[in-house]
């Protein structure tokens, strides 16, 4: 098993470009999540997924889109990249069946530079 | 608010020397709490949960403990290959169910 796989791992983009960060897992998990960490703060959250075609915003969801038309991915996207969006993102999973959310596996995480 | 503060910010230790890394948290409610690791470069991996105060659980050189209002996670004989940032994160019960993650504990253990 992979596990959660993140792709690209490093991507840099010039201010207003856009971008899609894809996200798969293959432990059947219903939940998936996008993060984002910056330096100082702890892990937040942009978009989280329930189901198969659901989507639903996080704390910090401004200037992100997401779609998860197949369980095993969940996309983020970003449609006009902002320097402020620089940053590791990073996608999770869980399985929600004893309702307990934090037990989540991470992916290796993408480090996007927006210049 | 759900709240996560996490002391020390770094922590540098010889080989062995044991110690604690703290977690201090405000939730409405507790449902969870949680302890991950994360090496330089990658993704946090999920270390313990622990669910009511007076919980333990261990796992290797690790003991996560847990009271009302902070959580630790003591480190006994540690060695080199322990040296990783700690997050603790809290998910709060009822309502939305989201995890709120400190921003950690950077340890590191001198051989």
Redesign the interface.
């Known amino acids: 098993n992979a596990g959660v796989t993140q792709t690209p791992k490093f991507r840099v983009l010039k201010t207003g470009q856009s971008m899609t960060l894809l996200c798969a897992q293959d432990m059947n998990h219903e939940y998936m999540y996008w993060y984002r960490q910056d330096p100082g703060m702890g892990l937040r959250l942009i978009h989280y997924s329930v189901g198969e075609g659901t989507t639903a915003k996080g704390e910090v969801p401004d200037g992100y889109n997401v779609s998860r038309l197949k369980k095993q991915n969940f996309l983020l996207g970003l449609e006009s990249a902002a320097p402020s969006q620089t940053s590791v993102y990073f996608c999770a999973s869980s399985e929600p069946g004893t309702g307990i959310l934090g037990e989540q596996f991470f992916g290796p995480g993408t480090r996007l530079t927006v210049l | 608010e759900d709240q ?1 503060t996490q002391s020390p910010e770094a922590l540098r230790l010889q080989e062995g020397e044991s110690s604690s890394l703290n977690c201090s948290y405000t939730v409405s409610g507790l ?4 302890w991950y690791r994360q090496d330089p ?6 270390l313990f ?1 622990l669910y009511s105060a007076g919980e333990e659980k261990e796992k290797e050189r690790l003991k996560a403990t847990l009271t009302k209002k902070e959580s630790f996670l003591h480190i006994t004989a540690p060695k080199p290959e322990d040296s990783a940032t700690y ?1 603790c ?3 709060a019960s009822g309502g939305y ?8 504990t950077k340890l590191q253990v001198i051989p």
């Open positions: 996560v449902r969870g709490l949680f470069g990658k993704g946090p991996e999920f949960t997050l994160a809290v998910q169910q989201k995890v709120t993650f400190g921003t950690g």
